[in-house]
């Protein structure tokens, strides 16, 4: 026979629905979850990781920056490259690599005068990106700190680090393409 009562998703005929206790039953003890050891972070070692992960988020940046610079040093600095003398570089490293690669004395003073301000333009964004990380950082390391569960500070370091981060980055290329673009369309 068909019982009046309707059957529940997941629920064979003979059961009965969990939902209702059994009159002068005791009531269902709620077994708690077991508790995982748990332990907390350093805020040491806190700051430490991600003031490393900013470092290394840093050099690909850099090194982008390095090659987006070359064509703008030279559009920056163009009065002084072609008005740098035969005398050749002022500094060792550059006159030693420029007899490696066989350079005209000239040569040497012009590229050299282009790659200090690559090498300062590169420094520039990779400081940028290094102070970028510091609020994640400090917010990671002050979180660990708090009794407050909710890492706000972190978060908010993160965010911070990521758009300045992103933004650097996109400057950096748009940049870099319109000054190699610049270069190739002489």
């Known amino acids: ?105 000239l040569e040497a003073a012009q590229t050299e005068i282009v790659m200090v301000f690559v090498m300062w333009a590169t420094l520039a964004v990779m400081l940028v990106v290094h102070l970028a990380v510091l609020p994640w950082a400090i917010g990671a390391a002050r979180d660990a700190r708090s009794p407050d569960p909710a890492p706000s500070r972190s978060r908010r370091g993160l965010r911070s680090f990521a758009i300045v981060t992103a933004v650097t980055l996109v400057v950096v290329m748009v940049c870099g393409a319109a000054g190699w673009i610049w270069l190739f369309t002489l």
């Open 1 to 105: 026979m068909y019982h009046a009562r309707s059957v529940q998703l997941g629920e064979s005929k003979g059961e009965s629905a969990p939902s209702e206790p059994q009159p002068g039953a005791p009531p269902p003890a709620e077994i708690p979850p077991p508790r995982l050891p748990t332990r907390r972070a350093l805020p040491q070692r806190l700051f430490i990781e991600r003031l490393v992960l900013g470092h290394f988020i840093a050099y690909p940046v850099g090194l982008l920056a390095a090659v987006a610079s070359m064509p703008i040093g030279m559009k920056v600095r163009a009065r002084a490259v072609l008005g740098a003398g035969s005398e050749g570089a002022k500094s060792d490293l550059m006159r030693q690599i420029a007899h490696d690669l066989g350079l005209t004395p």
